[in-house]
């Protein structure tokens, strides 16, 4: 008798906000990765890895997204009853590291680290909660020259994965000047949450526009999912300050910013420090075009104390609506002076950058930029399976990525299959070839052509366009040249 009860099973979905990838993604990711570390190891820094979890205490509370459930962090509970986040950047382990071992560390620690973080925000189009980012960090001076050396660094990496001078642009700005300005509308340091309200707004100038960072300085602004954002309540004057700031943009930060601050020391000694650094930038060959002031560059995160950058993309591409728009950031960071100093508290100057890796490949991508996957060589299983895995075996030995086929032996699924994979070639050694000491190959640019139409090895050897034999000795000699290895 058969049994009424019903089966429970999961469906199969997707946590909201996060993705699967897929192989040829992964692959290119994995080549943007090995050109940035290679100019990150020729300028003497070294890779450092740190765990994807971190006690949440140690992390602080630094997100843009204060208003999401765990200050915008994914937390659990230990066994220990202690409370864990999965790191949201990498900077912020970073300086737990650098405190536990900061007396057996070179001075100034040089390090660059990959890997995924995590950030429970709203998800949006392109907006993902699971991501991976590339720092490069210098921790333990506070010499502009540090700061330099990021920025021309990234110039570099930039370069190094195919973009042009005048495909990007790495911005500078100061917290210093900011925090002038705050203090010449009347906004001091001990409005600690109105002040980041207001630098939370500035640094969404981009995606929302002057109206919606006045909305976000005033009484707040509503998105169109209907979701309220409490704004600084910031007075229309004191919002024009800062709005009339953010206007100066790349221009003369000293003359048009002495109106706003008059003599405020803090914002004075951040035109010195951003004039510094611009300097450094030029007499090493690294012009406007590449790096340049900006006072609309805040950065969101509140941990950063002086200048600040954001490496940009100035091409225009296509968004998800069809409208044509500036790609905008890929990279970002700033200098994190007391970030260190919530675990020893003794203040250590550190300044880093960090590049969004999912956001730079998409880019790279739109741009043609990103390479193409080492072709695939698939041997066919015409029923010595042995044979077909030596031949494997000798294409991978001279470089050549090859595959044995190890499902059915029907020779139309083995050739949809190979069309599927995206093999450049596929190897075929019956008996008779076998038996001649020869092998059979055939160029599959017209692979799905082939496969939706061949219905028997005799059909297929008698398919002769695109197709050679050679002698198994001069197979691998072959297949290097047709792929352009040779």
């Known amino acids: 008798m058969a049994s009424d009860k019903k089966v429970s ?12 990838r897929s192989g040829a ?13 290679g100019v990150y190891e020729s300028y003497g820094f070294l890779p450092l890895e740190t ?61 660059y680290q990959t890997g995924l973080v995590y950030r429970n925000e709203k998800p949006g189009p392109g907006r993902y909660r699971e991501f991976t980012q ?74 929302l526009g002057v109206r919606g960072v ?6 707040g602004r509503k998105d169109e999912s209907g979701d309220f954002t409490k704004g600084a309540n910031l007075s229309e ?39 510094e650094i611009v300097r450094l930038c030029r007499e090493n060959g690294y012009d406007a075009e590449q790096i340049a002031p900006d006072t609309s560059i805040i950065r969101g995160l509140d941990y950063y104390t002086g200048p600040v950058f954001e490496a ?29 100093a919530r675990f ?46 030596r031949i494997a075996k000798e294409l991978r030995s001279a470089g050549v990525h090859a595959e044995t086929y190890v499902g059915t032996k029907k020779i139309p699924d083995q050739l949809k299959y190979a069309d599927k994979r995206g093999a450049a070639l596929v190897i075929m050694e019956g008996d008779d070839e076998r038996a001649a000491g020869q092998v059979t190959i055939k160029d599959l640019k017209a692979g799905a052509e082939l496969s939706k139409s061949v219905e028997s090895r005799a059909e297929w050897v008698g398919a002769r366009a695109a197709q050679e034999t050679v002698t198994r000795a001069e197979l691998v000699a072959k297949i290097k040249t047709m792929l352009g290895q040779g």
Not at 9 to 19: D, H, I, M, S
């Open 237 to 275: 004057e004191a919002a024009g300050k800062i709005l009339r700031f953010l206007e100066i943009g790349s221009g003369d930060f000293s003359t048009v910013l002495r109106d706003i601050v008059g003599d405020n020391a803090k914002a004075l000694a951040a035109i010195e420090q951003l004039g």
């Open 312 to 340: 940009q993309l100035t091409f225009p591409v296509q968004n998800e609506q069809g409208e044509t728009v500036v790609f905008g950031s890929v990279a970002g960071g700033g200098r994190y002076d007391d970030l260190v």
């Open 214 to 219: 006045k909305a976000l300085l005033g009484e």
């Open 51 to 111: 765990p994807s979890f971190e006690y949440t205490d140690a992390l602080g509370k630094f997100l843009p997204d204060v208003d999401r459930p765990n200050a915008g962090v994914f937390s659990l509970k230990d066994d220990d009853e202690q409370w864990l986040s999965l790191r949201y950047d990498l900077t912020a382990p970073l300086a737990r590291y650098v405190a536990e071992n900061f007396q057996h560390l070179p001075k100034p620690f040089r390090r």
């Open 344 to 389: 020893t508290g003794q203040q250590v100057p550190a300044t880093g950058i960090s590049i969004g890796v999912s956001r730079l490949l998409a880019a790279l991508t739109s741009r043609g930029l990103v390479g193409e996957v080492k072709p695939l060589v698939i041997v066919l299983s015409m029923g010595d399976t042995v044979s077909s895995f």
């Open 134 to 207: 590339f720092d490069a960090d210098t921790v333990g001076t506070p010499s502009p020259a540090a700061d330099a050396e990021l920025l021309m660094m990234v110039c570099d990496a930039l370069e190094a994965l195919g973009l042009k001078r005048g495909e990007y642009v790495v911005k500078i700005n100061s917290r210093g000047l900011l925090d002038g300005v705050l203090d010449a509308v009347g906004l001091p340091a001990e409005e600690g949450e109105r002040r980041g309200i207001v630098m939370r707004a500035i640094d969404k100038l981009d995606r």
């Open 9 to 20: 099973r999961p469906k199969a979905r997707l946590p909201r906000g996060f993705r699967d």
């Open 25 to 37: 993604e992964i692959a290119a990711e994995r080549r943007l990765i090995e050109i940035i570390r």
